[in-house]
């Protein structure tokens, strides 16, 4: 073979390495968080499944705040056993070699950046849930449904406020995985002679 043609393979490879070691190492990058965000939609899944059942069983008990706050929990775990199953079935049927470099920061920081937005949400709906419990002191019709429903939404969005800031946290866990990915490790390189 000649040696022109010899160098010409030898260049071609030895620029590839790199990219062929930084594609290994964000597909490694993927599937940890894809990984931590299935965790994630587990325990999102088992707080909705609990609410479900113990607000199937005791909705229909006791008086009417207690009612109405089994109700109201029985259909926030509907909803948010619906976004569990949705996060989960999306972070297992998600390919982690489909992202190169760019679009595998893009999608961590927008996770991030969505569990914060929740997480501001979740303030929200407790201040919500505080507000419906002292309108139950003004109203003269259902103001024991009133305190119910509002004992119930300062729950949810409690639980949702220690679940978002933890995933979010959980997720950040990766950043240190992430940031070689982005400076390049520069353990692969090319020297040339003339």
Request: aromatic share 12%.
């Amino acid at each position: 073979m000649h040696p022109l043609r010899v160098f010409l393979i030898g260049l071609f490879l030895a620029s590839t390495l790199p990219a062929v070691a930084q594609t290994l190492q964000t597909t490694e990058f993927n599937q940890l968080r894809l990984q931590r965000t299935r965790n994630s939609m587990l325990v999102l899944g088992g707080w909705a499944v609990a609410n479900i059942a113990v607000g199937a069983v005791a909705m229909g008990r006791g008086n009417a705040e207690q009612r109405a706050f089994h109700q109201m929990n029985l259909g926030w775990g509907i909803v948010n056993l619906g976004l569990a199953g949705a996060g989960w079935w999306t972070a297992t049927h998600t390919d982690p070699s489909s992202f190169d470099l760019y679009s595998t920061v893009q999608e961590h920081h927008r996770l991030q950046k969505i569990l914060l937005f929740n997480a501001g949400l979740d303030v929200g709906y407790v201040a919500a849930g505080f507000w419906m419990q002292e309108k139950a002191k003004t109203v003269d019709k259902k103001a024991e449904q009133w305190k119910g429903f509002g004992k119930s939404i300062v729950l949810q969005g409690a639980f949702l406020l220690v679940f978002d800031v933890s995933a979010f946290f959980y997720l950040n866990g990766l950043e240190s995985k992430l940031q070689p990915l982005i400076r390049g490790n520069g353990e692969v390189g090319m020297l040339l002679r003339f």
